[in-house]
């Protein structure tokens, strides 16, 4: 059974772990709810229709003609994820009395890993970094990427008309996901689809700790920046016909394992955070942070991407 980082944090025997892997949730709106299956070894294989069998309605006293249904398997690599804070041993003697240190770097630390997989949950391309998974950008393709207009189309506009053709093409994106659990944008287009919203008189009540506005009762997420603070991961720059400043919407169906064929977290051996003391080229005390990890897409209608949106 998958869990999620908040139910891995409620299990965790050891503070130091227990500490990072809450800052995590609190810092990431996928970690905060993606469940994590455990895998063994360094890659996960599973298998996905391909093509049903054949069925027939006979006639008495007949034969079926007899048929089998492929499946592909797939094979999902477990990457690794992580770094070390260091923090010099004058610097916790002489400011420790303040705040912990060691502490507040860790807290960085695990920020910036959580922007990491944030971005390659969206962005990663092991083509372009061997070393990372692959995300939804790369995974969707086909019916599961909805073009928004010729040249991309307004969130707000300047009428219901405009507001309402967004909405539509929204609508069409939830649709071709089983069981929708979270939509993410920027923060500029979801600051315009709650424009949106409240001229249109559409109720999107604030659930969750994060108190995140919803729509079809889906909680509507900016996903945020990388790590440099300034980048978004889902920018406004992407090209749709004449269109230069578009940007996308992702609606997804997160999944404890393949049965629920939805988006499904991976990894092996949880959140591991290990105190390495004072390391012996330097006088500096060192945590180092990791995650074996990965993700799984198990069915065709696991996500949706929609593109072509316009911050306007």
């Not at 503070?15 to 709810?33: I, Y």
């Not at 578009?246 to 977290?265: K, L, P």
């Not at 959140?271 to 990791?290: A, F, H, M, N, W």
């Amino acid at each position: 059974m998958a869990v999620t980082l908040a139910q891995a944090a409620t299990l965790s025997q050891n503070d130091l772990q227990r500490g990072v892997v809450e800052t995590f949730v609190q810092s990431s709106v996928v970690l905060d709810r993606l469940p994590f299956m455990t895998v063994s070894g360094n890659a996960y294989a599973y298998n996905v229709e391909g093509t049903l069998p054949g069925v027939a309605f006979r006639a008495v006293n007949a034969a079926y003609i007899e048929s089998t249904g492929t499946v592909n398997q797939l094979t999902e690599t477990i990457k690794i994820l992580g770094g070390d804070a260091d923090v010099d041993r004058f610097i916790v003697q002489t400011r420790g009395n303040l705040n912990s240190q060691r502490a507040v770097q860790t807290a960085m630390k695990v920020k910036s890993l959580s922007y990491e997989f944030q971005n390659a949950f969206i962005n990663g391309d092991s083509a372009v970094d061997a070393n990372s998974f692959d995300g939804l950008k790369k995974r969707l393709v086909g019916a599961q990427v909805i073009t928004a207009g010729t040249n991309g189309i307004p969130v707000l506009g300047t009428t219901d008309a405009d507001r309402l053709a967004f909405l539509d093409q929204l609508d069409a994106t939830i649709a071709r996901v089983k069981n929708p659990s979270a939509i993410y944008t920027n923060a500029f287009i979801r600051a315009k689809m709650l424009s949106a919203f409240r001229r249109l008189n559409i109720a999107h009540d604030r659930v969750g700790d994060k108190q995140s506005p919803t729509y079809q009762g889906i909680p509507v997420l900016d996903i945020g920046t990388k790590s440099d603070g300034t980048t978004q991961i889902l920018p406004q720059s992407e090209t749709v016909g004449a269109g230069t400043t578009c940007s996308s919407v992702y609606v997804v169906g997160f999944g404890q394992d393949e049965m629920d064929g939805g988006v499904t977290g991976l990894w092996n051996g949880g959140i591991q955070v290990r105190d390495l003391g004072e390391v012996s080229d330097k006088p500096v005390y060192r945590t180092r942070i990791e995650l074996y990890g990965g993700m799984a897409v198990f069915s065709g209608q696991a996500a949706a991407r929609l593109q072509g949106v316009l911050n306007a």
